[in-house]
C-alpha cells in the first residue's frame, strides 16, 4: 500500500439512507472542492465544519478533517450523499475521475497506523467491534481500542529490553565491580508469569470474538425446534407431533451469556427411506461435525429410554445430554449417559438456565467462567508463546553465566513481544491483518 497518494471509498455499506464517502491523502482538499461544491469551498477555514454543498448534482454534506487531526492522521475529507448505489457510485466515479484511487480494504486504518493514530492491536480492535455480535464482544474491542492491551504489551517489551540490557553490561564490563542487577533470573520468572497469564485469555477471546456454533441434535420428535423457540424467545422453526417435521437445518443467531451463538437446528436422525428427509439428515451430520457444542436432545417421556441413550453418537463434538419433556416425564428412572445432562423442559422452560450453565462451561472447557476484560487473539498469543520459549533459554543461559547468548535469547523475545502492538513486525503481517478489514475502513 503506496501512503503518498489520494484514497476513496464508501465507509458506509450501500443500500442505508445515507452514504459517507471517505478520501484521505495529501491532496484530498483540492479533490473535494473539485467534485463537491457549496457556498464557499472546503477549507482550513471551516475546517471540522458540516458544509450543504452539491455533489454529482445531488445535495451532499462535506466536512474537511486537517491533518494530522483525523482518523487516519492524513488530510481527511468525508462527504455524505444520498444512499443507493447509483447515487454513491456516481460521486465515487467523480472522485476517481479528479484524482483518488479506491481504497484498498483496511487501507485508512493502515495509515492509522503508519501516522501512529492507532497501534496495531488497536487496529486489530478496530475489525473486532465492527464484527462485534455481542455487547461482550462489543466491549472487549473498545477496551482494547483504548490501549489498555497495548500498554501491558509495551510494558512487557520494556521489561525485556532491560534485562537484556543488564545482561549486555556484564558482558561489556566483565572485572568491574558494577552494580549488577542479582534478581535477573527472578525477573525473567516474572514477565514469563505474566505471559502465561495472558495467553490462558486466549481461549476466552476467541470465544468472545468469534462467537459459538451450537447444534441441536437428536431423534426425531425429541423437542429440538422447540428448544430452539425457547431460546430465541419467538417461534422460529415448525414445532409439531409429528415426527420430521424439520427437514432442513435452521440457523439462528443468539447471546446466550454474553457470548455470540449461531444455532443450527437439524432435521431428526433416524434411518428413512424418503429421499428429501435423507438429504436433510445427511445436513445434520454435516452441521453436527462443524459444531463446538452439541445439545443432544433426549426424549424422558419415551417408552424405552434405553433406546434414547444408545442413539447418541459420541463422536459429536462438545456434547451436552439434554432430558427434554421432564415435565411430563413423571419420575421417570433415567439412564446414565456418562456424559454432563441437563434436565429440561423446552415446553415450560423449566431448567434453561441450567442448561446454559453447562454451555457455559463447556465453551471455556473447565476454564475459569469468567470473562476476562481483555484477552488476546490467536495471533498475540502466538508470538506470546515464541516469546515463552526464548524467555526460558534466557533464563538457563544466566544462570550457567553465559550472557551473550542470553542476550540474545532476549533480543528475540522482544522481537516477539514487539510485534504484537507493531513496535517490530514485518511489512507481509501488516498485509495480513489489514486485509481482514472492509474497504472503507
Ligand atoms: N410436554 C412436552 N412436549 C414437548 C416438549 N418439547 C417439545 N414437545 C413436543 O414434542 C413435539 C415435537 O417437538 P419438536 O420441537 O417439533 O421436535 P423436533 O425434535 O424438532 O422434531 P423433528 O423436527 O421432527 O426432528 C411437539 O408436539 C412439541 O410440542 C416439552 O418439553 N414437553
Ligand atoms: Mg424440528
Redesign the pocket.
Known amino acids: 500500500m503506496n501512503q503518498s497518494d489520494n484514497i476513496a471509498a464508501p465507509a458506509s455499506a450501500i443500500g442505508g439512507a445515507v452514504t459517507v464517502i471517505r478520501l484521505s491523502g495529501p491532496q484530498v482538499l483540492d479533490i473535494a472542492n473539485r467534485v463537491w461544491h457549496g457556498k464557499t469551498p472546503l477549507s482550513a477555514a471551516n475546517v471540522r465544519r458540516m458544509l450543504l454543498g452539491k455533489a454529482a448534482g445531488d445535495p451532499t454534506l462535506a466536512v474537511y478533517m486537517k491533518a494530522p487531526c483525523s482518523y487516519t492522521g492524513d488530510d481527511v475529507v468525508e462527504l455524505q450523499c444520498h444512499g443507493g448505489a447509483a447515487s454513491a457510485g456516481a460521486v465515487m466515479k467523480e472522485l476517481l475521475g479528479a484524482g483518488c484511487r479506491l481504497a484498498e480494504p483496511g487501507e485508512f486504518t493502515f495509515r492509522a497506523f503508519l501516522n501512529g493514530k492507532l497501534d496495531l492491536l488497536q487496529a486489530e480492535a478496530v475489525a473486532d467491534l465492527i464484527a462485534s455480535s455481542s455487547e461482550t464482544a462489543l466491549h472487549m474491542a473498545q477496551k482494547q481500542l483504548s490501549g489498555s492491551l497495548s500498554k501491558r504489551i509495551n510494558g512487557l517489551y520494556e521489561r525485556i529490553i532491560e534485562l537484556r540490557s543488564e545482561c549486555e553490561s556484564r558482558l561489556d564490563f566483565p572485572d568491574e565491580e558494577l552494580d549488577f542487577d542479582d534478581l535477573v533470573p527472578e525477573k525473567i520468572a516474572d514477565v514469563r508469569n505474566i505471559i502465561r497469564e495472558l495467553i490462558s485469555t486466549a481461549k476466552a477471546g476467541s470465544v468472545i470474538r468469534d462467537g459459538v456454533q451450537l447444534v441441536l441434535a ?10 430452539l423457540n425457547r431460546i430465541l424467545g419467538f417461534d422460529r ?10 427437514r432442513d437445518t435452521v440457523e439462528s443467531s443468539a447471546v446466550i451469556r454474553g457470548i455470540g451463538v449461531n444455532i443450527t ?1 437439524t ?2 436422525l433416524r434411518e428413512s427411506s424418503d429421499p428429501v428427509e435423507k438429504m436433510g439428515i445427511e445436513r445434520s451430520f454435516r452441521s453436527i461435525r462443524a459444531g463446538m457444542v452439541t445439545f443432544w ?1 433426549l426424549d424422558a ?1 419415551a417408552a424405552d429410554l434405553q433406546a434414547e441413550v444408545d442413539a447418541i453418537d459420541r463422536l459429536a463434538p462438545g456434547i451436552i445430554t439434554v432430558w ?5 416425564a413423571g419420575n421417570a428412572d433415567l439412564p446414565d449417559t456418562g456424559l454432563p445432562t441437563i434436565k ?5 422452560g423449566m431448567n434453561i438456565e441450567e442448561l446454559f450453565d453447562a454451555f457455559e462451561k463447556q465453551v471455556f472447557a473447565g476454564e475459569s467462567t469468567v470473562i476476562p476484560e481483555t484477552a488476546v487473539n490467536a495471533r498475540t498469543a502466538d508470538l506470546l508463546d515464541r516469546s515463552l520459549a526464548h524467555l526460558d533459554r534466557a533464563e538457563n543461559s544466566f544462570n550457567d553465566g553465559d550472557y551473550e547468548i542470553a542476550a540474545a535469547e532476549l533480543a528475540d523475545a522482544s522481537n516477539f513481544v514487539g510485534e504484537i502492538s507493531g513496535l517490530t513486525v514485518s511489512p507481509d503481517i501488516l498485509d495480513k491483518i489489514f486485509h481482514r478489514f472492509c474497504i472503507g475502513k
Open positions: 437428536g431423534k426425531p420428535n425429541s423437542g429440538k425446534s422447540s428448544l422453526a415448525i414445532v409439531s407431533a409429528i415426527p420430521g417435521t424439520t437446528d432435521a431428526g436432545l417421556s427434554n419433556k421432564c415435565d411430563i429440561i423442559s423446552a415446553l415450560s
